[in-house]
């Protein structure tokens, strides 16, 4: 089996074990076992579709043949092999590097085999003859040679003697649990979940919950009964009151909004209207049934499936894909808003300004909204993603679905529709002037056309040649091109819905030009709510009768027609109502509720013991909502009725949350999504572990900054360049398609950018922050806008995504990668001042084809950057030195005599020129034995360069090496954990740049990252030294658990005692000292817990609980619910 750079699964070193060891019983003396793999690992080869390249092939037909040169007679006419003449391999041929195949074989597999005249890569490869001999020429001359095309040598001629190291001295050692040393925990909410994540908790919060609702809702009840407390009824339960009232002043009592108004909001908050204005004028007795809206069901489904698709987009909820279509009914609502409105004004028309009506119906929305946001803001602290200022004065206002850059970045963001509504009943008036004039033509013609409005996105980029999906370039929270800005407009901008919002007006006005007795009409009625729901539960349970371009259409909303006969079906006509309906209306005391689940949901959530929830949690959020719309709501609507020039409480509550707000961002301590790793840890004397506090300007999502590089200019100048990073995870059943069938997307997102900035950092700052503990003032880190690509007419954004399809279960995993990633910065050869950085990153779709199976990430270079100039146009160059179908990262980058190297690979160590537009010249290889024994001895392992490279001479504190010499990192990955330890390695000065001495294990802290199951990890990302000759600090950054940046400090004396082979056991250097500034030790391994007698008591006596209340608090609802209509009909 030859050995391939990408084989570092566990499966080929199982295979690699199985072979060897059966052939090794088969060998004999005169049947030799050849063991290509151990051969093939020291070559800086890639396979060709599994085949060994034309190089490695010959080297590997050398051993088998015993030499190249023929047989000669020797002492004793015995034949021998007569060594070659000369001591430098050459291999000749256009094609015997893997490298020259990918270049010379670009036509496979673009073109039918038929006219490039081969089925496979490696048959291109073989088409031409690659040649090995053994040549004497110098060096020098080879190197020339080489220059002119005329040979392809692996050796130049070095500028000063090799410094050779007997290389079996120093074996190297690796102990992958010693790098696991933290297993923290994330936030208060990871935290909490990790405690309370049982079953028995979940139940026992539940019964608690819904114990709170019941005894809420029985004290309101009781009230009603005896009549003890006429502040504490609703307004259409106290007919007296009503009439006290009618003789306040008009513009007092205008503005005094009953709770028996709500129905004007888009997730509904309470009971119908168009008797919605009881407070004014009496309800007459004789009353008729079909002049009640039965919406209290549809509005509970509604916004139950509206917070099951949120959680479905989670993956918090079972994958049933109906409920990702929950966003559909967001629309609804605001058709059902212009509906109620519309039916109340023509009924009892009011006399109002504008004005006074928009704050009259802000009473039902504000309340429960604005203790919301205070919840949520704290929340959001504990979570590290708290929003900015002026997001928080935007949301006081209602005012954050105007701008796009802030709307998906804020608190209870599901509340964007609120800032509709505003805009909504701003206009009322007027227009609904102008449909009430409407006749019977007019207002079909309009619905008509607002239904076919939401088509344009489906034809109009058929018309124009666009993708009809050319909204999926968005990933949610970018707002960085006007691409961006124009998807988050359609979805959550107030114009985008209007045409909704008037369309729900003229179905009311539709209802009342109705003949009513005719029995088309009423069989149509009768059909038109279960067909409707019909039709929409075909659409959301089979792909095939989904609308194109859902995402977008389907929100704005070409479900139009399906939604519109459930609204007119269970409204029915003036004075008749469908069986549907009256069933319906049974329930309508649901409505007074569905406001505060919408508003609640993610509050609930973000509280609940854990990420994935059932039944149980719908029960605790409905509970919750029940608490919050009569100890909040309710009481701050009969609190303001009782004031005064209420008009000007209104106005004082977004000024007085435009001030709560912002101070509680201030006040309320922000806990980032760090480790438990103290921010200053002594590892050994002068060896230091420290948090490196780097925060980018104006973040405020929740990303942390990782994996820094580091370099020092002069002795007193830090430059930073790091990567931006946030994960989040989207589950989508809307617009997946694979190969032309429909799918299920699970979208795993990393918001990845790079940013950078300098500080100044003098010998004392040093002394602070290594003696106390006390680090320097960092820079806000600046993100990198000018990164481009094609001469800077795009921005570093639209990357190729990986995909993977599961037929088994129709799922197809999307991994999209907004940017580049761990950026490595060097000093720019070309222009003094500035400096060159690699990062590696997938393809720009403006570059590559972006076949969604063979995505992989790619290594490129921006030249000439400036670090304090961010804006700076700087394109990146795709560096064309490896396999374009193989994964190229960790490559390591330096400078040597004014030109741009790259360390490309560790074992075997292939150096390379890389020029400025990022092309590469041949690579010079060479093997180091201990790390090629590693490598035989656990096949699995992967080694891969890390930061940068640096030069050192200070042969006074390095006596284990007092030569020149290149110092740079290596970690290796164990791939059945993603578990890394790391070194630190030494290479010789000049070409071939061979390995000269690995130190011990470094100390790294490492930290567990976000992803359950993980194992706690450290990345090695930068590497710089400081100060003068002997007295050098070493700084080597690194990520720890992609959660926070961190850096090892200690001396170069310190560093170079690694290296020493007496080195101590890297255990020793791992555990901190018992009086290192509070650091801790190792924490206990986790024992999982198990079920004993007690926890099956407990769980049992919740579901007790959990069932008496349930039934009697439902039953506790449909009575009062009955009351109170009673008390209406009799009043």
């Known amino acids: 089996i030859g050995h391939c750079p990408s084989m570092h699964g566990a499966i080929f070193s199982r295979v690699y074990d199985v072979v060897k060891n059966e052939m090794l019983k088969q060998a004999t003396p005169l049947m030799r076992f050849v063991d290509i793999w151990t051969l093939t690992i020291q070559m800086p080869e890639f396979c060709l579709g599994g085949h060994q390249s034309p190089f490695s092939t010959i080297w590997t037909w050398q051993v088998f043949l015993s030499g190249i040169c023929p047989r000669t007679k020797g002492v004793g006419e015995m034949p021998v092999a007569s060594p070659a003449s000369g001591k430098i391999a050459r291999f000749v041929g256009p094609r015997c590097r893997s490298q020259d195949v990918a270049k010379y074989c670009q036509a496979w597999p673009k073109l039918p085999w038929t006219k490039v005249g081969f089925h496979y890569q490696w048959e291109c490869a073989l088409s031409t003859l690659c040649h090995l001999e053994a040549t004497g020429v110098k060096p020098a001359k080879l190197a020339k040679a080489a220059n002119h095309g005329k040979s392809k040598a692996v050796l130049v001629k070095p500028t000063s003697p090799p410094i050779n190291i007997e290389p079996g001295e120093s074996p190297v050692h690796i102990s992958f649990p010693l790098a696991s040393v933290t297993r923290p925990p994330s936030t208060w909410g990871s935290a909490w979940r990790e405690r309370a994540g049982t079953l028995s908790a979940k139940l026992l919060i539940v019964t608690v919950v819904a114990a709170i609702a019941a005894a809420v809702k029985m004290i309101e009840w009781r009230c009603n009964e005896k009549k003890c407390c006429e502040d504490c009824l609703p307004e259409d339960e106290q007919p007296l009151a009503n009439q006290k009232r009618e003789s306040q ?25 168009p008797d919605a204005e009881a407070d004014i004028i009496p309800v007459a007795k004789n009353k008729l049934p079909s002049d009640r809206f039965a919406f209290g069901l549809a509005r509970c489904i509604a916004s139950s ?141 309009t619905i008509v056309g607002i ?16 993708d009809m999906y050319w909204y999926h370039e968005h990933a949610f929270g970018d707002t960085s091109d006007p691409l961006d800005l124009l998807v988050v407009f359609l979805k959550f901008n107030p114009l985008a819905y209007a045409h909704i ?26 059909i038109m709510a279960p067909l409707g729901y019909v039709g929409l539960f075909l659409i959301f349970c089979f792909p095939a009768a989904q609308p194109p371009a859902a995402k977008l259409s389907a929100r704005l909303s070409v479900l139009l027609p399906f939604q519109s006969m459930v609204l007119l079906g269970l409204a029915g006509l003036p004075g008749f109502q469908p069986k549907v309906a009256k069933w319906a209306s049974h329930f309508n005391f649901l409505e007074s509720y569905s406001y505060a689940v919408y508003v609640n949901q993610f509050i609930c959530w973000h509280v609940w013991p854990e990420h994935r929830v059932g039944i149980s949690f719908f029960v605790f959020l409905a509970s919750c909502a029940v608490i919050a719309v009569h100890l909040v709501q309710k009481p701050a609507e009969a609190l303001i009725k009782k004031t005064k020039n209420n008009k000007w409480v209104l106005l004082s509550l977004p000024l007085s949350m435009s001030l709560v707000l912002p101070a509680l961002g201030y006040f309320v301590p922000t806990q980032e999504p760090m480790s438990n790793i103290p ?9 230091y572990d420290l948090r490196l506090p780097l925060k980018v300007d104006g973040s405020t999502d929740g990303s942390v900054v990782i994996n820094p590089s580091v370099l020092m200019r002069g002795s007193d100048e830090l430059m930073i360049v790091a990567r931006q990073h946030r994960r989040s995870h989207q589950r989508e059943p809307v617009d997946c398609m694979w190969e032309g069938k429909y799918a299920s997307c699970v979208d795993e997102v990393w918001h990845s950018r790079i940013v950078m900035s300098a500080m100044a950092i003098t010998y004392t700052d040093w002394n602070k922050w290594l003696g106390k503990g006390s680090p320097p003032l960092f820079p806000l880190l600046q993100p990198w806008r000018g990164l481009s690509t094609k001469n800077g007419t795009q921005s570093w954004r639209h990357l190729c995504n990986r995909d993977k399809y599961l037929p088994k279960n129709r799922t197809l995993l999307r991994l999209i990668v907004n940017g580049p990633e761990d950026p490595k910065v060097i000093r720019s050869p070309d222009k003094p001042g500035t400096w060159d950085i690699a990062f590696s990153s997938y393809a720009p779709r403006s570059q590559a084809s972006c076949d969604p199976e063979k995505s992989v990430q790619q290594m490129y270079m921006a030249t000439g950057v400036e670090v304090l100039n961010p804006d700076a146009t700087a394109d990146g160059k795709h560096m064309n030195c490896g396999e374009v179908d193989q994964t190229e990262k960790n490559w390591i980058p330096f400078e040597y005599q004014h030109s741009r190297y790259f360390v490309y690979s560790i074992m075997p160590h292939v150096v390379m020129r890389v020029l400025k537009n990022g092309t590469c010249q041949d690579k010079l290889m060479s093997t180091y034995m201990p790390l090629s024994k590693l490598q035989e ?54 070409p071939p740049f061979h390995i000269l001495h690995v130190s011990a294990q470094l100390p790294l802290r490492a930290a567990q990252p976000d992803e359950q199951g993980s194992a706690p990890f450290a990345f090695a990302s930068g590497l710089t030294i400081g100060g003068e000759v002997g007295d050098q600090r070493v700084m080597i950054s690194y990520g720890a658990g992609d959660r926070e940046s961190r850096a090892l400090v200690l001396p170069l004396a310190k560093l170079d005692s690694y290296f020493d082979p007496k080195h101590p056991e890297p255990r020793a250097a791992l ?50 619910h009955r009351n109170s209509r009673r008390r209406e009909l009799a009043n």
């Open 1071 to 1120: 555990q901190p000292e018992q009086d290192a500034g509070g650091a801790a030790p190792a924490p206990a391994p986790e024992v999982k817990q198990n079920r004993t007698a007690w926890s099956r008591i407990m769980r049992g006596a919740a579901l007790l609980g959990l069932g008496a209340l349930v039934g009697p608090l439902l039953l506790l609802l449909v009575t009062s």
């Open 249 to 273: 002043d008009a513009s007092t009592r205008t503005l005094a909004l009953s709770s028996s108004q709500p129905q004007t909001q888009a997730i509904g908050v309470t009971p119908t209207v």
């Open 501 to 526: 919002f008037i369309l729900g007006m003229c179905l009311a006005r539709l209802r009342t030009l109705m003949v009513q007795s005719d029995a088309c009409v009423q069989i149509l009625m009768e």
């Open 305 to 445: 499936h509206v917070v099951a698709g949120h959680l479905y987009a989670k993956s918090a909820i079972v994958g049933f894909p109906a409920f990702g279509w929950g966003f559909t009914w967001v629309p609804w609502f605001f058709m059902l808003s212009g509906f109620i409105l519309f039916s109340a004004e023509m009924k009892r028309p009011t006399h109002e300004s504008s004005f006074e009506y928009v704050l009259r119906r802000s009473v039902n929305i504000y309340p429960l909204y604005a203790f919301g946001l205070i919840l949520a803001l704290i929340i959001a602290k504990t979570q590290g993603e708290a929003p900015g200022m002026a997001t928080l004065l935007l949301q006081a206002w209602l005012l954050q679905a105007w701008v796009p850059q802030v709307t998906e970045h804020t608190l209870n963001m599901q509340c964007w529709f609120l800032c509709c509504l505003l805009l909504y009943w701003v206009f009322f008036k007027v227009v609904a002037k102008i449909v009430a004039d409407a006749d019977l033509v007019s207002v079909i013609g």
């Open 451 to 466: 239904c076919i409005l939401p088509w344009l996105l489906v034809f109009v980029p058929l018309f124009k040649g666009i």
């Open 679 to 687: 921010d200053y840890v002594k590892l050994e004397s002068e060896m």
């Open 937 to 990: 001895d656990y096949p699995g392992l992967a080694i891969s360069g890390s930061a940068q490279a640096v030069f050192v001479n200070d042969t006074g504190a390095t006596p284990n090496m007092p030569h020149p010499h290149y110092l740079a990192l290596f970690h290796i990955k164990n791939a059945k954990n993603s578990s890394y330890v790391h070194f630190a390695y030494r290479f010789n000065p000049d």
